[in-house]
């Protein structure tokens, strides 16, 4: 099944933004995805989201669907 994913910690954001800033830094498996991927995002996929807020960090803790936190 398709899960929503959720990246739940302000430093995991930031470090991910940093990453996208920087893709000198890629490894040959991230540059030959991004070759042949459609889209140019190795940190974007559909169903992902990342999440800064406080407030947003606990309405996960009311999903009424499965989720990978």
Do not use: M, Q, W
Request: net charge negative; with cysteine; hydrophobic share 35%.
């Amino acid at each position: 099944p398709e899960l929503p994913i959720f990246v739940d910690s302000p430093l995991s954001v930031n470090v991910t933004e940093i990453f996208r800033l920087h893709p000198e830094c890629y490894d040959k498996e991230v540059n030959e995805f991004l070759a042949t991927a459609r889209r140019r995002d190795p940190f974007g996929f559909h169903r992902l989201t990342y999440v800064r807020s406080t407030e947003r960090s606990k309405e996960l803790n009311f999903l009424r669907e499965p989720a990978i936190i």
